[in-house]
């Protein structure tokens, strides 16, 4: 008989008879084995989800016994084989004790004093629950170290991938960056559980749970999805034809409507929706008890902890890299540092103000309105477009640690660093209008006969050149190639392609004088702003405008254009890297010298081939007697950092990351020797990411092997976003869409939860200022708040504590200051005007401002502002200003938590 697990179980046998107590004491043993037992299977269990070997396993030391590599394929395969057979061993240990146990509390039952039992079985029950939560403490602090040391195993495997691509960097610097996949720069000391975490890569995506927030997101995105359905059934009563989405002219605008027009209803779609709706609803309750699975060990939580607390405290600030892709860390005062030195440069930039800054982008907006309404737009359109009260475009800078030596990461000097210069514009005064200036321009590329779209378009020219003889080939890179554009030189090759091909270019009703005038004017609002302080780009192009790209492409056009005169057997370029191909190497220099002389802040680099092989883009090539070999490439700075395996992302899309690098870097290989070359490091960097199955020995895909081919969705499919809680509660979702007979009109797309680069780095760490006079919002809120859209808010009467719940797409200052006016002015149209005459006698009273939620579009802001309405029953509030809720999202209400 199993022995008694829990000393305090000798207390309950002090006054048990002589002749029944062997008897009660195996059936306590039993039952506190039975519940030990079970704790185990669900640890086993659990390792076998996760792909984790427990100790027992591994130390059997299966790889010396069968003689392959302790991460072979096969040798993981019996190790797994293994921990299922300890599983179902296990669980009829368990079975066994049950049956044993229930026999021997019946005969307790019928010769135990019935009080005694009583007594004995509740003291027992409440042992047994001791023993259970001591297992599952003990249990799941040895499942968070198993995952702790299958991680640090992963991240080893990084040093194997970087090992073989860095033999051009100096050994100190390969030392430091093959075995880290984040840096930190200056005298900044992280601890293991941060660098554990950040070691995970900017896209990793920590688990969320059914919070009153994804409630909320529910709620919101079914309402828009009710009303892209009405619209489109409406459309086709009205049109007696197909979809509405078929014969657009104009293309959809990706940014919200600011008014809000209810859709009408339809009976068979909102039918179809009532019941999609309430199996939505039944399975969010059904699984907003669940709790969700970690993917963080207590120790990257610490380290998130700490990451978050050194962010608040302003120690530090976090980046991506330039080219590598992995979190940099700076201490805050060294990037201020870095970022004024580079301010310093008056050839580039120059200090601005407030009035300059808004007096421009005034002016654009003017111009825009005037252009687009000549142009015969509708007048929602303009509006939609415009931007009324932007917000100012700030400057940060990525580190270009590539560039960096190992001596040089712990330097406190920032001349040592160089920076790429980017220029957020998102919000800003010309976001929206270069937005639609740039699917005209995008159209152009096409004739430029240089550039390349993408890798095949390269292997393309490459297979059909004339390769006769021992050719020379070479790459050229340009130097900072946006800053050092000519702006004058781009609209001038901007105009000339826009004119020579304006018949086959669809212009939405512009010409091209029209276009050219608003393009000037927003490049004329370069403005920026730095730690509060306004500048102006005085030369070339800001990274992070929409319009960079296009322009830069379309300049560089007219400075190979002596190059392509004189005929070299090859000439391509991607933005700014060129590769050319000549017959001799006297004639390679003449090309060289020639680009160099074409600008006078254009200058070109050169790299030629290593052992035979030259790196471009994502391949190397090889020319040799004429035949082309090529092969899939990894630059050197490159960590190699892609969606981690344990990320709280769909596995469709882990499925499409890893499909799409290995069908890439099959296709860019030449033959099969290469292919096989490149297959290897694209496992080495799947495993580097925690993907398993990608082995030494294993074949090509690991666990994402099949592709099994789907119908193709249709593009006029109505979009479902739902955040995502896992891939059980996704199929249940998709499930419900089937039943209710919507699986032809309704596409279910998860939306992960937030990155690590979303929860760490702030873009306007130096800029997330107030400057409004006298603002009754940021008292209450964080600084910057004020400047906010797309907002639900709740204004609070100081004097009575009445409340008032609104929503805005615009900058919350504009419609508070609204609210005030309406306040000082006593005017009974409005709801604070109201409260002044009917509760306080016409007395002024003082409010507070505070934000309920963030949500950009405009029905789902409606709606949740609805729904906070009625739970709440704000006293200032006028019920008809509000969107109904309809019956079908009303049970929502109770899970929403408002």
Known sequence: MPRLRESRSWSILRNVPADCFRLIKEVMSLRQKIVATRQTIHFLRRCLRANIIPNFIKNKRLHEICGRPKDSRHVRTIEQQLLKMAIRSMRDIMYSCLKKCIVKEKCCERIVPERLWTRIVGESKNICDLIRAKAKTRLKNKF?????????????????????????????TVEHLSNCRVTVLGNIT???????????????????????????????????????????????????????????????????????????????????????????????????????????TPSQRQGFKELRNRLEAGEIRLSVSDKGGEFVVIPQELDKAITQLHLQDKSLYCRSTEKEYTRQYRKLNKVWCCV??????????????????????????LIKTHKITFADLSSNDPSVFKVRPIISNVGGPTDKISWFLNVILQQILQYVPAHLTNTNMLLEKLLNANLRGDVVVESFDVTSLYTNVSNEAALEATYELLNDHECTLRLYGFSVSQIMTVLKECLNCSFFRWSGVYYKQIRGLAMGQRLAPVLAIAYMSKVEEPILDRRPVLYTRYIDDCLIICSTQEEMDICFDILNKQADQIKFTRERPRENWLPFLNIQVQLSRGTVRTKWYRKPSCKNILIHYHSAHPIRTKQSVIRNMFRIASRVSSDTDLMTESLDLARKVARSNGYPGFHQDSQRGGHFTHRRLRPQASVNKAVLCLPFISEEMSRAIRACVTRC??????????????????KLIRNRLYDSLCDTPDCIVCPFNRRGDCMKVGVIYQIRCQACD??????????????????LEGLRRSRIQTP???????????????????????????????????????????????????????????????????
């Open 190 to 296: 992280l601890s293991k559980e941060a660098l554990s975490l950040l070691e995970l890569g900017p896209s990793f995506a920590p688990a969320q749970s059914i919070t009153p927030q994804v409630v909320r997101k529910v709620v919101g995105n079914l309402q828009i999805l009710q009303d892209r359905l009405r619209c489109r059934a409406n459309s086709i009563v009205r049109e007696g034809g197909a979809g509405d989405q078929a014969d657009r002219v104009f293309p959809v605008l990706p940014f919200p409507c600011t008014f809000y027009r209810p859709q009408e209803p339809h009976a068979v779609v909102d039918t179809k929706f009532r019941l999609l709706a309430e199996s939505v609803y039944r399975v969010v309750r059904q699984y907003v008890n669940k709790r969700t699975a970690f993917n963080l």
């Open 802 to 819: 009445a409340e008032y719940i609104g929503e805005t797409g615009r900058p919350l200052r504009t419609r508070v200051r609204e609210h």
């Open 741 to 758: 007979d919507l699986q032809e009109e309704v596409r279910v797309v998860e939306i992960p939860p937030g990155n690590l680069s979303r």
């Open 832 to 898: 604070l005007g109201m409260h002044r005459i009917e509760c306080h006698d016409g007395s002024e009273f003082e409010i507070s401002v505070a934000i309920l939620a963030i949500e950009a579009d405009t029905p789902a802001r409606k709606t949740l502002e609805a729904f906070w309405i009625a739970a709440r029953n704000p006293q200032i509030n006028r019920k008809e200003e509000c969107v109904a809720i309809t019956r079908d999202l009303a049970p929502f209400l109770d899970l929403c938590k408002f």
């Open 372 to 397: 687009a309404k000549v142009a015969g737009l509708p007048s929602s359109t303009i509006n939609r477009l415009k931007s009324d009260l932007p917000l100012c475009p700030v400057l940060y800078t």
């Open 144 to 172: 968070d170290r198993l995952v702790d040391q299958q991680r640090a195993s992963d991240m080893q495997a990084v040093s194997n991938v970087h090992r073989n691509n860095e033999a051009n960097l100096t050994s100190s």
